[in-house]
């Protein structure tokens, strides 16, 4: 009893549980009864509404207590680092959008999704009932009031901080909600959401043409990688090859694939980072920062996918919309890695409010993003050597002699 009880249970990860719903939604759409699918769909939908009405409490529970920690530790170097975080992942996001814009066209057809929609609306499944629950705020509102929040306790002195505490703690329930309540229910969402889609008779373009977008993404990626320290270079105290630059940090890259966690990686990188020759007062301060606030491969990643999605759907979209998208999606999402699927999660609001996203889309921006979570998060750890070298080339003198 006792050595059996101090085995390890093996638990499936996230990603593997989210294939084998895509696999069994589409399997199960092929023969299950409409009554059925039917019972999924009604789930599809209440989880949805809960989902909606968590968003802009995700939001404001990730967002204030991040901006209040960042502004408490004011400083030069702190506020060099966040705008060069906060530039890096702007530029990630603009590289993505006119990617997109360049090569989508060319891979993705919407007028065929448009039409299989439109014959296989009767087809697909409806509710049985719905439970409304709007929220209590709208997405902006949300942003606007972790702002105000944010800043405000930043400047509160020590003996003053029981507010930020209390920010803290509801940032501590939101991750509960997400890990303990949305994480878990998300594989049978998705299972819903491709039934669904299996039912209606348009899986196999929305996956057909998502293969192709998935190898372009990752082929950014490492584009990105490679500007990254050719950049560094010209910024590097000791001029060195970016290419011999980007070797170093593999170690740190590798890891971020098998964790698919910037938090748990931080130990290797910051090694590697030290090994580049940043210097060791500088490193210990980027690489556990950048961990939080500097999200390049998930910026890539979200707006690579919103626009193909925006493109299959026969969305209008402009550079204009994207620009401000991606200026709050850079914001949204700090202090989102500690949390399994956080960035994602935490930018389903601008999907819907700035790009008009529906909770189909929603859910296959969910499934898309957590199954190239692990390349993504090795973006960004490996991004924030590139980013501590730069900091160095102007801080490392002022650290070893403080």
């Not at 989508?104 to 049985?128: K, L, R």
């Not at 491969?297 to 919309?321: Q, R």
Request: charged share 10%; net charge positive; hydrophobic share 55%.
């Amino acid at each position: 009893m006792t050595h059996s009880s101090n085995k390890k249970r093996w638990r499936p990860s996230l990603l593997l549980c989210i294939f084998i719903a895509i696999g069994c939604g589409i399997g199960c759409g092929m023969f299950f009864p409409m009554w059925l699918s039917r019972c999924f769909a009604t789930f599809n939908a209440i989880f949805s509404q809960f989902l909606g009405f968590c968003i802009p409490l995700i939001i404001l529970g990730f967002v204030a207590p991040a901006i209040a920690d960042i502004g408490g530790r004011a400083g030069k170097m702190l506020l060099f680092t966040a705008a060069l975080a906060y530039v890096a992942t702007m530029f990630a996001g603009f590289l993505s959008y006119f990617t997109g814009v360049t090569f989508f066209p060319s891979m993705i057809q919407p007028t065929e999704y448009i039409a299989g929609v439109e014959s296989g609306a009767d087809a697909a499944p409806a509710p049985f009932f719905n439970i409304e629950m709007p929220p209590l705020m709208a997405v902006t509102s949300a942003l606007v009031i972790a702002f105000v929040l944010g800043l405000g306790v930043a400047k509160l002195t020590a003996k003053d901080n029981a507010l930020h505490e209390v920010l803290r703690g509801f940032r501590d329930v939101m991750v509960k909600v997400i890990s303990g309540v949305i994480i878990p229910l998300l594989p049978l969402y998705i299972f819903g959401i491709f039934l669904s889609m299996t039912v209606s008779g348009c899986v196999g373009m929305i996956l057909s043409t998502f293969i192709r977008i998935i190898a372009v993404i990752f082929a950014l990626h490492l584009f990105l990688l490679v500007f990254q320290y050719s950049v560094t270079a010209l910024f590097s105290r000791h001029g060195k090859n970016p290419l011999k630059l980007l070797w170093t940090m593999m170690p740190a890259y590798f890891t971020a694939l098998g964790t698919q966690s910037s938090a748990a990686t931080i130990p290797v990188t910051l090694k590697q980072t030290i090994k580049m020759g940043v210097s060791e007062p500088v490193a210990g301060f980027t690489v556990p920062l950048c961990a939080t606030i500097h999200m390049s491969g998930s910026v890539l990643k979200l707006v690579a996918c919103s626009l193909a999605l925006m493109m299959i759907n026969g969305i209008a979209y402009d550079t204009g919309t994207f620009a401000y998208f991606i200026a709050m999606l850079a914001i949204t999402i700090i202090a989102a890695p500690g949390v399994p699927g956080g960035a994602v999660m935490a930018s389903l609001g601008l999907l819907s409010s700035i790009l008009g996203f529906s909770e189909a889309d929603n859910a296959l921006m969910i499934a898309l993003y957590i199954a190239m979570d692990s390349f993504g998060t090795a973006c960004n750890v490996t991004g924030d050597g590139a980013l501590s070298l730069i900091v160095d080339r102007f801080f490392a003198n002022k650290t070893t002699t403080t």
